[in-house]
């Protein structure tokens, strides 16, 4: 009996819905310079797929697979049935921990090569990472708030690169069980149709500093700023998890498709720029923003209404950028909100509550921690704390009546419009909370 009762367990832990707690579907979306894409992520295990989006008529990325396992990726072509193998490892490394003492080097051996370095600079990157300490749940999982800062600096006489970059990143991260990829960069890339120098080899060394770990990424604001400081290019992009689900997956979808061809050239798999797909694109999507801007006068029924006014304040913070992040806050489930100039406006558009907003203090205090000495310009959100105070209040546009006020006091961190974002963010949802 009791050796039925081992069975009927067993059995019921390999086919009940827990067995697919270690595999996971996502669906994520990822803006740039007002673009969008959405993409979807598998996770089953140490191996990962993702299948890119289009972006404004852009062409399609290939799919990869990350085999964390075997410490590659794989790049697949799906229309010309191609794929490039990536190892995690091309490039020798060394490592130096800036916080150790003494300093400690560490070397990467990649794969044996052929051709010997002929000549070459030396390309310095300092990596920092650090762990905010906040927590809080997402998706059932404990989410930390991390930043990271990578500057790349390359030598005058370096092979692949010629200009210093920098990388910003500020995100919330988990834990997947036995997903544990280690964190790796992409190979720098060369210019469109130029070809690779055989006699010129660069070596790499990253100074590290910094303690925390990243993970799998759920949200993550990533800026890239490129060049010197009088010819700095900034780009910004910022991922989102819209799904986020467990379910049993095919074990096919994490290896190389049968059929398909290898390529020892990565630039095969790229697609050609369809110029004119890419100005439909644009004009659909402007469109589409003329529309969302078009507020109607009618409102869906039992959904109230709010009528978000710039809020008060002095020259430091984008009051505009203020004004939409609030009204971000309001819309959603029974309640939607618009962005307003007059009370009269709100009127006219059928709004129940009018809210108004004043920052009567922003206080720069001092940097938070000291963290990043050697390059501390390059802070994801300039680490500072601003003591800030003000208030929210909510006013019935019916009759004029006040019916909530929330007051503002308290430190805030962030790049200073961050910082006075999350005082508003905080007090318009104790009013919501209030109407509750």
């Not at 990578?150 to 834990?175: L, Q």
């Amino acid at each position: 009996m009791k050796k039925y009762f081992l069975l009927l367990f067993t059995a019921f832990l390999f086919f009940s819905p827990s067995s697919n707690a270690q595999q996971y579907k996502l669906k994520q979306s990822t803006s740039m310079m007002g673009m969008k894409s959405e993409s979807v992520v598998y996770v089953k295990g140490m191996r990962k797929r993702t299948e890119p989006g289009t972006m404004m008529g852009m062409p399609a990325q290939p799919i990869t697979i990350e085999q964390c396992d075997l410490q590659r990726t794989i790049k697949i072509n799906d229309n010309k049935k191609l794929y490039y193998i990536d190892s995690f490892y091309k490039q020798a490394e060394e490592i130096i921990e800036d916080e150790d003492a003494p300093a400690t080097k560490k070397p990467v051996t990649p794969a044996k090569e052929k051709t010997a370095p002929q000549k070459g600079g030396v390309i310095s990157t300092w990596y920092s990472i650090r762990d905010t300490g906040e927590r809080k749940k997402m998706y059932g999982f404990t989410a930390r708030h991390v930043w990271t800062t990578r500057k790349m600096k390359p030598s005058p006489d370096a092979c692949m690169m010629k200009d210093s970059f920098v990388v910003k990143t500020d995100g919330w991260y988990i834990d997947l069980p036995k997903f544990n990829c280690p964190v790796h960069y992409p190979q720098i890339q060369r210019k469109p149709g130029e070809k690779p120098k055989l006699d010129c080899r660069d070596r790499f060394v990253t100074h590290r500093s910094g303690k925390g770990k990243l993970g799998f990424p759920l949200t993550e604001s990533t800026t890239m700023i490129m060049g010197n400081q009088s010819t700095a290019n900034e780009f910004k992009t910022d991922l989102e998890t819209l799904e986020f689900s467990t379910e049993k997956l095919d074990s096919m979808l994490f290896e190389i498709p049968p059929g398909y061809t290898e390529t020892k050239n990565e630039e095969d798999l790229q697609e050609k720029m369809d110029i004119g797909n890419m100005m439909t694109d644009m004009m659909k999507t402007a469109k589409n923003k003329q529309k969302e801007n078009q507020v109607s006068e009618q409102k869906a029924p039992n959904v109230k209404r709010f009528a978000v006014l710039q809020p008060k304040t002095d020259d430091q913070v984008q009051a505009a950028e203020l004004q939409n992040r609030l009204a971000g806050v309001l819309t959603g489930g029974s309640t939607d909100a618009v962005v307003i100039s007059s009370v009269e406006e709100a009127k006219t558009l059928n709004c129940d509550y009018l809210l108004t907003s004043e920052l009567t203090k922003i206080k720069s205090g001092s940097k938070v921690g000291g963290l990043l000495k050697a390059i501390k310009n390059t802070d994801p959100n300039a680490m500072s704390s601003y003591t800030i105070e003000g208030s929210v209040t909510l006013i019935r546009v019916s009759d004029g009546a006040e019916v909530a006020r929330q007051k503002i006091d308290g430190k805030f961190e962030g790049k200073i419009n961050e910082a006075a974002g999350k005082a508003l963010d905080e007090a318009a949802q104790k009013i919501l909370n209030k109407l509750e």
